[in-house]
């Protein structure tokens, strides 16, 4: 397969290119890269492109998202996208199901998704409008609904140059032909593969850039007003009281599902019960989620290549600094389960710390991998901080105020709110148009 560079509507080959291997280290596609002076005349000229109104926008998003769902597209079927996103990603094939199903949702319902957006006061007095015109997008290769915010700017009114993940470019190519098979103008997106120096020069020369990346990332761009940058999420849940079985089957699926690549899959569980007994019964069951090559419909765990996975693992190691991994009593043959040829399914892993600030707790793995620790009301917000969604299974309504007023916890939920991601209309690390839009002050006579 190629994956081109695709600009002004036209797909084009480049003279760099690299090779995107599978899960099992063997070749599957091509990919063409746009040197960084491309990225940069590719921004330069989005700017004159024509402009759309409104509801031209919405109705292009909202055929969009259809074609991307149902329609053949580049001579790909939506059957045949699942499989290559899966065996570049490493994400179960059921993932990538699930996300035709629900972009094509999300592109249909992207006016009330952005209208719930706007400030109540901006109407007579005030008017909200976009800070800039193109806004770039170095995106992830975690999960392929991720793809779903770039969609929200393009409904907001923004140029968008998307440069893909290096392990799913499948993603937004399928969406960027869709989009144009909707009836786009041309010069609103680009799709642009690139290395760290083109993804550079998409951050500097766009008005507004999106970056999702590691800590160091965070902490490189961390000050740039022009930059939103999505990290790490740590996400947490607090057992504040005894867990039964709902709350046992509830955080099995906040930790592993969609196999526990996702930034709001849950990181760490605190307890004011028994956290040893907490941890062993979540080592119970998430061990027992069996292990299937990547494209098998009952794929519940990410695929990797095993030099890559023997180094995710190493990683857990030396972030354990002593806390005991409760699942390896479960696996005969060790936390890697080969699938097929060189790859190997990611099996969970359960941490028991016995403090609240163990480092650890600050690790995230794309797997699921857990930290369970203990938690009094005494130690309060702290060990709950730092959280892209918190879970608070408590009573204790003072809790959850404060947490809902404390700026590092960006989603609160209160009790078992079931599939709370997938919920277009709540705020994923606060709404996207804090960022690309502002109310401007109007008066006419």
Same mark, same amino acid.
């Given at each position: 397969?190629? +994956? @081109? %560079?695709? *600009?002004?509507?036209?797909? $084009?080959?480049?003279? =760099?290119? #690299?090779? /995107?291997?599978? !899960?099992?280290?063997?070749?599957?596609?091509?990919?063409?890269?746009?040197?960084?002076?491309?990225?940069?005349?590719?921004?330069k000229a989005m700017r004159q492109a024509p402009p759309m109104t409104l509801d031209k926008r919405l109705a292009v998003l909202a055929e969009a998202g259809r074609l991307f769902a149902e329609a053949t597209l580049g001579g790909q079927t939506p059957e045949q996208y699942c499989r290559v996103q899966a065996?570049?990603?490493?994400?179960? +094939? @059921? %993932?990538? *199901?699930?996300?035709?199903? $629900?972009?094509?949702? =999300?592109? #249909?319902? /992207?006016?009330? !998704?952005?209208?719930?957006?706007?400030?109540?006061g901006a109407g007579r007095t005030a008017r909200w409008v976009r800070r800039g015109s193109v806004f770039g997008v170095v995106a992830p290769s975690n999960h392929p609904a991720t793809h779903g915010a770039w969609l929200q700017a393009i409904a907001m009114g923004y140029r968008v140059v998307v440069r893909?993940?290096?392990?799913?470019?499948?993603?937004?190519?399928?969406?960027?032909?869709?989009?144009?098979?909707?009836?786009?103008?041309?010069?609103?997106?680009?799709?642009?593969?690139?290395?760290?120096?083109?993804?550079?020069?998409? !951050?500097?020369?766009?008005?507004?850039?999106?970056?999702?990346?590691?800590?160091?990332?965070?902490?490189?761009?961390?000050?740039?007003?022009?930059?939103?940058?999505?990290?790490?999420?740590?996400?947490?849940?607090?057992?504040?009281?005894?867990?039964?079985?709902?709350?046992?089957?509830?955080?099995?699926?906040?930790?592993a599902a969609d196999g526990g690549v996702r930034c709001t899959n849950a990181t760490a569980v605190l307890t004011s019960g028994d956290h040893r007994a907490l941890a062993q019964e979540l080592a119970k069951r998430l061990s027992r989620l069996a292990p299937h090559p990547v494209t098998d419909d009952r794929?519940?765990?990410?695929?990797?290549?095993?030099?890559?996975?023997?180094?995710?693992?190493?990683?857990?190691?030396?972030?354990?600094?002593?806390?005991?991994?409760?699942?390896?009593?479960?696996?005969?043959?060790?936390?890697?389960?080969?699938?097929?040829?060189?790859?190997?399914?990611?099996?969970?892993?359960?941490?028991?710390?016995?403090?609240?600030?163990?480092?650890?707790?600050?690790?995230?793995?794309?797997?699921?991998?857990?930290?369970?620790?203990?938690?009094?009301?005494?130690?309060?917000?702290?060990?709950?901080?730092?959280?892209?969604?918190?879970?608070?299974?408590?009573?204790?309504?003072?809790?959850?105020?404060?947490?809902?007023?404390?700026?590092?916890?960006?989603?609160?939920?209160?009790?078992?709110?079931?599939?709370?991601?997938?919920?277009?209309?709540?705020?994923?690390?606060?709404?996207?148009?804090?960022?690309?839009?502002?109310?401007?002050?109007?008066?006419?006579?």
């Amino acid at each position: 397969m190629s +994956i @081109p %560079v695709l *600009r002004d509507g036209e797909e $084009r080959e480049s003279r =760099d290119t #690299r090779v /995107l291997h599978d !899960v099992s280290g063997a070749p599957l596609a091509e990919v063409h890269e746009a040197p960084a002076l491309v990225t940069r005349m590719t921004v330069k000229a989005m700017r004159q492109a024509p402009p759309m109104t409104l509801d031209k926008r919405l109705a292009v998003l909202a055929e969009a998202g259809r074609l991307f769902a149902e329609a053949t597209l580049g001579g790909q079927t939506p059957e045949q996208y699942c499989r290559v996103q899966a065996l570049a990603s490493g994400v179960p +094939i @059921p %993932v990538a *199901r699930r996300t035709l199903d $629900r972009l094509r949702n =999300d592109c #249909r319902d /992207l006016g009330e !998704v952005t209208r719930r957006q706007i400030p109540s006061g901006a109407g007579r007095t005030a008017r909200w409008v976009r800070r800039g015109s193109v806004f770039g997008v170095v995106a992830p290769s975690n999960h392929p609904a991720t793809h779903g915010a770039w969609l929200q700017a393009i409904a907001m009114g923004y140029r968008v140059v998307v440069r893909p993940g290096t392990r799913d470019p499948f993603t937004p190519l399928r969406l960027v032909r869709a989009l144009l098979a909707a009836g786009i103008e041309p010069g609103w997106i680009s799709l642009l593969p690139g290395s760290h120096a083109s993804a550079n020069a998409l !951050v500097e020369a766009a008005d507004l850039a999106l970056v999702y990346g590691s800590e160091e990332t965070v902490a490189r761009l961390r000050g740039n007003d022009r930059v939103l940058v999505r990290g790490p999420g740590r996400s947490k849940i607090l057992v504040d009281g005894p867990a039964g079985e709902e709350t046992l089957d509830h955080l099995v699926a906040e930790i592993a599902a969609d196999g526990g690549v996702r930034c709001t899959n849950a990181t760490a569980v605190l307890t004011s019960g028994d956290h040893r007994a907490l941890a062993q019964e979540l080592a119970k069951r998430l061990s027992r989620l069996a292990p299937h090559p990547v494209t098998d419909d009952r794929a519940v765990l990410p695929v990797r290549t095993v030099q890559e996975a023997e180094g995710l693992r190493a990683a857990l190691v030396r972030a354990a600094d002593g806390a005991a991994d409760l699942t390896e009593q479960y696996y005969e043959n060790g936390p890697l389960a080969a699938t097929d040829k060189a790859a190997v399914a990611m099996r969970p892993a359960v941490l028991c710390a016995d403090r609240a600030d163990h480092p650890g707790l600050a690790t995230e793995l794309p797997f699921p991998c857990v930290w369970v620790a203990p938690w009094r009301p005494a130690d309060g917000i702290g060990p709950l901080a730092d959280s892209l969604a918190l879970t608070l299974l408590t009573d204790n309504s003072a809790l959850v105020t404060e947490a809902l007023e404390t700026p590092s916890i960006r989603t609160v939920l209160h009790g078992r709110v079931p599939g709370w991601w997938t919920d277009p209309y709540l705020p994923h690390d606060g709404y996207l148009a804090q960022f690309l839009m502002e109310a401007r002050g109007f008066a006419s006579a």
